[in-house]
């Protein structure tokens, strides 16, 4: 390096990262099993078939051909289902109207809410996420009761731009899910647009403990910073569908956070 030069880090990623706080891990921890059970909701009440067949359109994932499970157990999976079985309970349960969701991916968690919203006859969905594709969507209303797709307003655009537009700020929905850009930053923002945006629930995906680093996860970092006296972790993911991995409740160290009102 020629003397001259200095070394000077234009990465404002990279300086903001430092500014992250650490995950603490403190925070309740609840079996899905045993909340459903606490909300008293009987797995009896479930149709799990519903969330299977939703899930093959919307959620299913392939295992990679070169992986030991996929030798061993088969071909697909069925990642974190419970994610909607929760969401779907919730909605009726409660009879919820609005459910305002931050990421639509493939459109499982929305389309759950969907169905539930249809049993409760009828509500409103928002669901933003900036990497929404017509041609999907097309699909997706030829394969869901067309019931589901009037009750849906899609919003192409990233979360914080939307949320923070003036006529958005003083929306509320009864349950609000932020599962978007889970990296810390954005989370934050998602947190601070929706605080006082719900009426009854707000669900945050993807808490991980801290044993647990994937690559911008930083949802915990956030989440651990927020007071709540009913905040919990819900440990899911194949707890009530099969776990064709073979793992125990202790090995499942990551989850959904529920927030009531
Ligand atoms: C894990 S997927 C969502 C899954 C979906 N909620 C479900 O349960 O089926 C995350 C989605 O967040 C979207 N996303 C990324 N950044 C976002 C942002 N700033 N605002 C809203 N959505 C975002 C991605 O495009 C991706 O589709």
Same mark, same amino acid.
């Given at each position: 390096?020629?003397?001259?030069?200095i070394?000077?880090?234009?990465?404002?990623?990279?300086?903001?990262?430092?500014?992250?706080?650490?995950?603490? %891990?403190k925070?309740?921890?609840?079996? /899905?099993?045993? !909340?459903?059970?606490q909300?008293?909701?009987?797995?009896?009440?479930?149709?799990?078939g519903?969330?299977?067949?939703?899930g093959?359109?919307?959620?299913? !994932?392939n295992?990679?051909?070169?992986?030991d499970? @996929?030798?061993?157990?088969?071909? @697909?999976?069925?990642?974190?289902?419970?994610?909607?079985?929760?969401?779907?309970? $919730?909605?009726?349960?409660y009879?919820?109207?609005? =459910?305002?969701?931050?990421?639509?991916g493939?459109? =499982?968690?929305c389309?759950?809410?969907? $169905?539930a919203?249809?049993e409760?006859?009828? %509500?409103?969905?928002?669901?933003?996420?900036p990497?929404?594709?017509?041609?999907?969507?097309?699909?997706?209303s030829?394969?869901?009761?067309?019931?589901?797709?009037?009750?849906?307003?899609?919003?192409? %655009? &990233?979360?914080?731009? =939307?949320?923070?537009?003036?006529?958005?700020?003083? &929306?509320?929905?009864d349950?609000? *899910?932020?599962?978007?850009?889970?990296?810390?930053?954005?989370?934050?923002?998602?947190?601070?647009?929706?605080?006082?945006? =719900?009426?009854?629930?707000?669900?945050?995906?993807?808490?991980?403990?801290p044993?647990k680093?994937?690559?911008?996860?930083?949802?915990?970092?956030? /989440?651990?910073q927020?007071?709540?006296?009913s905040?919990?972790? /819900?440990?899911?993911?194949?707890?009530?569908?099969?776990?064709?991995?073979?793992?125990?409740?202790?090995?499942?160290? *990551? %989850?959904?956070?529920?927030?009531?009102?």
């Open positions: 390096m020629p003397p001259n030069l070394s000077f880090n234009t990465n404002p990623q990279n300086s903001f990262r430092d500014a992250i706080p650490e995950r603490t %891990g925070i309740n921890q609840i079996h /899905i099993k045993e !909340k459903l059970s909300l008293d909701i009987s797995l009896d009440q479930i149709r799990l519903d969330f299977d067949q939703i093959e359109i919307t959620a299913r !994932k295992r990679d051909p070169g992986s499970l @996929y030798k061993k157990v088969g071909a @697909y999976f069925r990642p974190n289902y419970e994610r909607g079985i929760l969401i779907y309970s $919730l909605i009726r349960k009879n919820l109207k609005s =459910y305002l969701e931050i990421g639509f493939r459109g =499982y968690s389309m759950c809410a969907a $169905l919203l249809s409760n006859g009828g %509500g409103e969905i928002v669901s933003i996420d990497n929404l594709d017509e041609e999907f969507l097309n699909n997706l030829k394969t869901f009761p067309s019931d589901w797709f009037k009750m849906i307003r899609f919003v192409k %655009g &990233k979360s914080q731009e =939307y949320l923070a537009d003036e006529k958005q700020r003083s &929306k509320k929905y349950l609000i *899910y932020i599962d978007g850009d889970h990296t810390y930053e954005a989370t934050k923002r998602d947190w601070e647009l929706c605080k006082d945006n =719900y009426n009854n629930f707000l669900i945050f995906d993807d808490y991980h403990l044993g680093v994937q690559k911008d996860i930083e949802c915990s970092n956030l /989440i651990d927020i007071e709540d006296d905040k919990e972790l /819900i440990i899911m993911d194949r707890r009530i569908f099969l776990d064709d991995r073979g793992y125990s409740d202790e090995e499942i160290d *990551y %989850g959904q956070v529920l927030l009531t009102r």
